[in-house]
């Protein structure tokens, strides 16, 4: 039928996309040439990309390259994002070219789409918010997809991971109490050796966890340096002066965070050299 797709357009030409999906051409084309498994990317890090971009917004806002009216919109579907209904219309892959190009593009073809939807009814193929000049205004693949990155680890390691470790700390201690008075053997090279109580057993557990706490905040002070405000290559090319600082204080607003801008933005955009830090101290 007719009505089941319309037409979306990029630089390329045009595509045809179903009608009750929000994603444009750049999203429908990875889709077609990144037919490869069945891990999609981590919605974890869709989130943070509308947190970014919705921080990116407020930002160029407040330093005049963006109306207060288009500001709002996309503040309105990243919210939506961040809620989660919106989370069909990220198909993609984890295994597609470039920096994660096509995943960000997905995130601004859906946010210009949606409020397409808000502010019109119905998706046009001229769009009232451009996903590349508004909703990716001041941004780039290059310096938003690592930020985006480094946003999510730490959400997690945050909200979840050191809870869940605090927590687990906590039974262990309950246990070196509930041990305090049973005795064993202590084992050395297979053998028996001499013996120790239960509770000190448990304490070695106890300072275990607790230095591997301490062992992943160490790795937070450059994780949570973000790149954002780099564009392409690192300099800040097409930003007005004073974003990155602008939307880092955005960013910190929405998540109750604490990160801050990239001391060396073409560093942390050339490697993820934070999240290997980070990953050494999980195994750990």
Not at 127 to 140: A, E, G, I, M, Y
Not at 186 to 210: I, V
Not at 223 to 248: C, F, Q, R, S
Request: aromatic share 6%.
């Amino acid at each position: 039928m007719k009505d089941s797709y319309r037409i979306e357009s990029d630089t390329l030409g045009d595509l045809k996309v179903a009608q009750d999906k929000l994603w444009g051409a750049q999203t429908e084309r990875s889709l077609h040439n990144f037919k490869i498994g069945n891990q999609t990317m981590p919605y974890e890090i869709i989130k943070a990309l509308a947190i970014a971009k919705k921080a990116a917004a407020f930002s160029n806002c407040d330093l005049g390259v963006l109306s207060a009216t288009k500001r709002d919109m996309i503040a309105l579907c990243c919210d939506e994002i961040l809620e989660g209904t919106l989370a069909v219309n990220f198909p993609l892959s984890v295994w597609q070219t470039g920096s994660g190009t096509q995943t960000n593009m997905n995130v601004n073809e859906v946010i210009a789409n949606r409020a397409e939807l808000l502010h019109h009814g119905a998706i046009n193929l001229q769009k009232w918010l451009s996903p590349n000049d508004d909703v990716n205004k001041s941004q780039s693949t290059n310096d938003m997809f690592p930020t985006a990155i480094c946003i999510a680890t730490a959400k997690l390691l945050h909200d979840k991971t050191i809870p869940e470790l605090e927590g687990f700390i906590l039974s262990i201690k309950e246990k070196e109490i509930q041990f305090n008075t049973i005795k064993k053997i202590g084992r050395t090279h297979l053998m028996d050796a001499t013996p120790l109580q239960l509770n000190e057993e448990f304490s070695a557990y106890r300072s275990q966890m607790e230095h591997s706490i301490m062992a992943i905040k160490s790795t937070l002070s450059h994780l949570m340096e973000l790149p954002v405000g780099g564009t392409a290559v690192g300099n800040g090319i097409n930003t007005p002066a004073g974003y990155d600082k602008l939307t880092v204080f955005y960013i910190n607003q929405f998540t109750g965070l604490n990160f801050t801008p990239a001391v060396n933005k073409f560093e942390k955009m050339a490697d993820m050299d934070s999240l290997v830090a980070v990953s050494g101290m999980l195994k750990r």
